[in-house]
């Protein structure tokens, strides 16, 4: 007998391609089929057919506080019954504005959007029109929305234009787009000499994690600041992940180095759909409608939105214990994780940061994309399977985070590291 969600994947494919509305949601990867779900409570996820699990994905990040947190789902249900979208300038939007100027070391202005995708093709638009230049350099395998600019990946080398990384990008789209090497500053700096003068703008997940995760090697961001300063370049900062996540400053505020913008997403609405890009009055105030760098967004600052995310950033700002829980979560799954394969001599990697983590199904350090590339991606196919059936949520790709949350207990952790070492006990009874 097939499974509710079974029934709406095959009535789903027939309507939408490959049966979901974002590639991040197929199940393509693992060999089965999404789960589709229904409601979330703090750190349980439920799907069509009444079973839970331990969410690990919480909305891919913004779910710092849990699912569902009453004190955001009363300030939404506030909002809404006020109208759902006016089109015009509210007070919320300015209140919103106001508080990350103050919680973000490198923002004295801000513009709202309504995604990380806008927020950075935005950002792209204002650090070529700031700078008067048309290049920028992105590294490979760090992902920052769909635009076509950024659809990039490197080519035979490290030091070529990139090409497109999807069909339906045009060469000329991709042709002022350089690739250089995570955690490779001499990549970065031999782009920025081969274009004297070029380059508009370095853009860097503080912490790339949409290749897994993997930190920034010691004085690596602080080099990229170096760097693009030396040469004229503006440093953004993709903070769609890493904003509000490891700690009340982002990413900057937790290494200690300041970009000149920086882009945030889902995570200022509480989870609700909204992104922000923000710097310098002096470089925000080339933006219309006061500058000649154009955008705009009817939904931009939508009320809703801005609701939900001014509520959980007062509440992240007015309650630092929530960063050392859900960085000691981080902490003791990594920890957990270690010794589980070290009792089962494996050479697997784990990786991460604060409350972010990965298990890479590699036997060789993870400093790069080419390194994330090494994985095993069948054996984190029968891992995931494994655990999905057991009840644990994991992303259906070794390239994502796993992330937590305030909501996430010993109790959760306990549960999902006691499965993890059945699962491999099981591995090592098999051979």
């Not at 994905?57 to 004190?71: A, E, F, K, T, Y």
């Not at 070529?128 to 920028?136: C, F, L, N, P, V």
């Not at 903070?239 to 995570?267: M, N």
Request: with cysteine; aromatic share 10%.
């Amino acid at each position: 007998m097939k499974s509710r969600s079974e029934e709406l994947y095959q009535r789903a494919v027939t309507c939408m391609p490959g049966g979901v509305n974002s590639p991040v949601r197929a199940y393509q990867s693992v060999g089965s089929y999404p789960r589709f779900m229904k409601q979330a409570s703090g750190s349980r996820i439920t799907d069509v057919d009444g079973k839970t699990y331990i969410d690990y994905v919480n909305s891919w990040g913004p779910m710092i506080l849990g699912h569902n947190d009453p004190r955001i789902r009363e300030a939404v249900i506030k909002a809404a019954e006020k109208g759902l979208s006016f089109g015009a300038a509210t007070e919320k939007e300015v209140e919103m504005a106001e508080l990350i100027a103050k919680l973000v070391p490198s923002i004295e202005m801000i513009r709202m959007v309504n995604s990380g995708t806008e927020a950075v093709m935005s950002a792209i638009r204002l650090a070529r029109g700031y700078t008067e230049r048309d290049k920028i350099i992105k590294f490979a395998g760090c992902y920052h929305g769909h635009s076509d600019s950024l659809l990039v990946k490197a080519g035979s080398g490290v030091m070529t234009s990139g090409v497109p990384d999807s069909a339906g990008v045009p060469e000329g789209c991709a042709r002022d787009t350089l690739t250089a090497v995570y955690n490779d500053l001499s990549s970065v700096e031999s782009l920025l000499e081969e274009n004297p003068e070029q380059v508009a703008a370095v853009i860097v997940e503080p912490v790339a994690a949409n290749m897994g995760v993997v930190e920034p090697n010691e004085r690596f961001l602080e080099g990229l600041r170096q760097l693009c300063t030396k040469h004229g370049a503006l440093l953004i900062f993709d903070e769609v992940i890493t904003g509000f996540r490891l700690g009340i400053s982002g990413a900057q505020g937790y290494y200690g180095v300041k970009p000149d913008l920086t882009t945030f997403g889902k995570i200022i609405g509480g989870g609700m759909p909204v992104g922000a890009y923000g710097g310098s009055r002096e470089i925000m105030n080339h933006v219309a409608p006061v500058g000649t760098v154009y955008q705009a967004g009817t939904l931009s600052g939508n009320p809703i939105a801005m609701a939900a995310g001014y509520e959980e950033l007062c509440i992240l700002k007015k309650h630092p214990e929530i960063y050392h829980h859900i960085n000691k979560m981080g902490e003791k799954y990594r920890d957990g994780m270690k010794k589980i394969l070290n009792k089962y001599e494996l050479p697997y990697a784990v990786t991460g940061v604060g409350s972010l983590a990965c298990l890479f199904f590699t036997e060789t350090p993870v400093h790069n994309y080419e390194d994330a590339k090494k994985s095993d991606t069948k054996a984190f196919a029968e891992y995931f399977l494994y655990m999905l059936n057991h009840g644990i949520h994991f992303a259906p790709s070794q390239f994502e985070a796993i992330f937590f949350s305030y909501a996430h207990t010993d109790v959760d952790l306990e549960e999902t590291l006691h499965l993890a070492d059945r699962y491999w006990n099981g591995k090592r009874q098999e051979r």
